[in-house]
Every structure is written in structure tokens, then in C-alpha cells.
T-cell receptor, first 114, second 110 residues
């Protein structure tokens, strides 16, 4: 099973709302990633968790707050977002952080900020 | 200079054609090379994964890596309309993050 699941599939939120995106994998992978993807662009790395610890934060604004409750779960908490944050948010996982393996992506959450 | 360069296309071919997709890169330390297929508004799906140089074949798909030229290719034989998607190359160096090309948009015309 090489499945990464993400919920919700779609999310519409106002700029004052607080919401969370969820990601789950049961492949025993120890690295999990959040990416942001705009239309016709490649995925843009936001955060990397390795063995449940935040290892990379690509200078992401604090209105995005990641959380890794355990080795199978990854959350992205959203607060006071801007319309330009509307995008497809992708979760991915791999055996370890970076090379030596490959990443498996979830289907994404399509986020619209009004 | 970007780490990974990929022609964005769009590329349009008739059904049954052989498709060649390519990426070049600048970091000679890259060891792991991947091709993903992404349908519109969906997450990327891993197609092929290659370590170091050489060829790898899986059904109608063949991935080639030429490390001396810093060039990777994906060939699709007997292309089908269902192959219409954006193809992303990605690569990494052990212990570091993944680098993506910009993606090539492919349309296979019935």
C-alpha cells in the first residue's frame, strides 16, 4: 500500500477563520512533507518532518503552523490566511528525509481563501 | 540558474506516438531521479524511480538517466489519451530535499 490520504479534499475559508488540513500514511515512512502548489507550477516545499521533528521550514509565514502528532499523521493549521494562499496543498511521505528513497504524494486539499 | 530545468511544453501528440520528455540539472551530486504524472487538480503520482545512471522500464514507460550529461528522459510508447497530464521530473541528493522541474503538459489526441 503506497497511499497517502488527505482531508478535506476541498476547503473554503475566510481570512479570519482557523482550519486544519490533515494527512495520514501507514507505510512506516519517517519523513513527511507539506507542499503548496499553484496552478501550472511545480510543488513548492513548505515543511519537512523527520522522525516527528520539524527539520525544514522554508521561511513559511507563521499563519501556517505544522504539527506532527505521531509518525503516521501530519497536520497543517491555518489561521488568518490571505487570498494569495489559495492553492493545492499536498502532503507527501518518504522512508527518510531526502534522497535514498522517493516521495509518495497524497491527492491534495484544494484551498480557497475568500 | 535553476537546479532542474524542464521544458513546460505544451506537447501535443497523436495517439500511438512515442513521447519523449526531458529534464536537465546542474547539481552533479543528485543520485535519485523520479518522474511523476499529475492529472489536473490531483496530487502527483509516482511513475518511475531510478538510482544513478541507466535505464529502467515499466510497461510502456522507460526512464533514462545520463549523469555524465546531467540529463534524464522519460519515454512513453504507444501513447494513449489517458496519458494526457503534466509530467514532473524530480531529483535528490542523499540526505537533502527533493528538487522538481516545472512540469511538461502533455496532450495525446485520439
Amino acid at each position: 500500500d503506497t497511499e497517502v490520504t488527505q482531508t478535506p479534499k476541498h476547503l473554503v475559508m475566510g481570512m479570519t477563520n482557523k482550519k486544519s488540513l490533515k494527512c495520514e500514511q501507514h507505510m512506516g515512512h519517517r519523513a513527511m512533507y507539506w507542499y503548496k502548489q499553484k496552478a501550472k507550477k511545480p510543488p513548492e516545499l513548505m515543511f519537512v518532518y523527520s522522525y516527528e521533528k520539524l527539520s525544514i521550514n522554508e521561511s513559511v509565514p507563521s499563519r501556517f503552523s505544522p504539527e506532527c502528532p505521531n509518525s503516521s499523521l501530519l497536520n497543517l493549521h491555518l489561521h488568518a490566511l490571505q487570498p494569495e494562499d489559495s492553492a493545492l496543498y499536498l502532503c507527501a511521505s518518504s522512508h527518510s528525509s531526502g534522497g535514498g528513497d522517493t516521495q509518495y504524494f497524497g491527492p491534495g486539499t484544494r484551498l480557497t481563501v475568500l | 540558474q535553476k537546479e532542474v530545468e524542464q521544458d513546460p511544453g505544451p506537447l501535443s501528440v497523436p495517439e500511438g506516438a512515442i513521447v519523449s520528455l526531458n529534464c536537465t540539472y546542474s547539481n552533479s551530486a543528485f543520485q535519485y531521479f523520479m518522474w511523476y504524472r499529475q492529472y489536473s487538480r490531483k496530487g502527483p503520482e509516482l511513475l518511475m524511480y531510478t538510482y544513478s545512471s541507466g535505464n529502467k522500464e515499466d510497461g510502456r514507460f522507460t526512464a533514462q538517466v545520463d549523469k555524465s550529461s546531467k540529463y534524464i528522459s522519460l519515454f512513453i510508447r504507444d501513447s494513449q489519451p489517458s496519458d494526457s497530464a503534466t509530467y514532473l521530473c524530480a531529483m535528490s541528493e542523499f540526505g537533502n530535499q527533493f528538487y522538481f522541474g516545472t512540469g511538461t503538459s502533455l496532450t495525446v489526441i485520439p
